[in-house]
């Protein structure tokens, strides 16, 4: 899955929790099965509320979903926001168009607040996804890395905050998101292909792979030239690109 922002970009790969015990695997299944019929709840009330900007929910219908349905308030404010992005989405379509959301998947986005992600202290697993609860069920949950997981950490990809907690066909999922800034042209070396932030610093460039240096803005255009030989368009085909592989 591909997200980005204006000074991040974003990427996510998914790990299916294949070695909980029937316990916590029963206890993340029922939080889920809360979790969807508290986000229709809030969909239905935004839509018949005519309420489609993303944003916070007002602390009346909060509380209200907190009586309801016997959940922390932290955690109702987090499905209240998911819903309220979740009808938003009609808002771009024409009027004719716009649908009711029927959520049919067991999804939830959960924050830090919920759930942190550490490294397994033991040689069985690789990585624990720590649910700290604050609405969400106490427990640990291990697993092993990926093939994904590994490249994207080998890239310099760092984890972010934010996972998102799902189920298919019965198998319990998390899905990490990984973020990366977003590189820039006088960054970028042209020589040995590679990107890095610390490349700058003012208005000169030195690579701290490779050691070539030149003058920052006068580098950004060879970098942008490097672009226009090769065909692309956009600065993320450049961790491979170099003048040499462009003219052979």
Request: with cysteine; hydrophobic share 40%.
């Amino acid at each position: 899955m591909k997200r980005s922002s204006k000074n991040t970009i974003k990427r996510s790969c998914k790990v299916f929790l294949n070695d909980l015990n029937e316990g916590k695997a029963k206890s993340l299944k029922e939080f889920l099965h809360l979790c969807h019929d508290v986000l229709q709840y809030f969909v239905d009330v935004f839509w018949a509320r005519g309420e489609m900007k993303a944003g916070f929910a007002d602390l009346e219908t909060v509380h209200f979903a907190v009586n309801r349905f016997a959940i922390t308030t932290r955690l109702a404010q987090a499905l209240a926001k998911q819903a309220m992005e979740i009808v938003a989405t009609q808002r771009k379509k024409p009027a004719k168009e716009r649908k009711k959301p029927t959520l049919k998947c067991h999804v939830v986005t959960l924050f830090y607040h919920f759930l942190k992600l550490e490294g397994f202290r033991g040689e069985e697993f690789d990585f624990a996804a720590i649910f700290v609860g604050s609405g969400a069920p106490r427990l640990t949950a291990p697993f092993r890395s990926t093939a994904p997981i590994n490249k994207f950490l080998a890239d310099g990809w760092t984890i972010s905050n934010t996972f998102r907690l799902g189920m298919r066909r019965g198998r319990l999922w998390i899905e990490i998101i990984f973020e990366k800034q977003r590189p820039e042209p006088s960054q970028h070396c042209p020589a040995c292909g590679k990107w890095d932030r610390r490349n700058r610093r003012g208005d000169e460039f030195c690579c701290v792979f490779c050691g070539h240096s030149d003058h920052a803005d006068f580098k950004a255009a060879k970098t942008l030239e490097l672009l226009g030989l090769a065909g692309v368009y956009g600065l993320r085909s450049l961790s491979s690109l170099t003048f040499d592989s462009v003219q052979n």
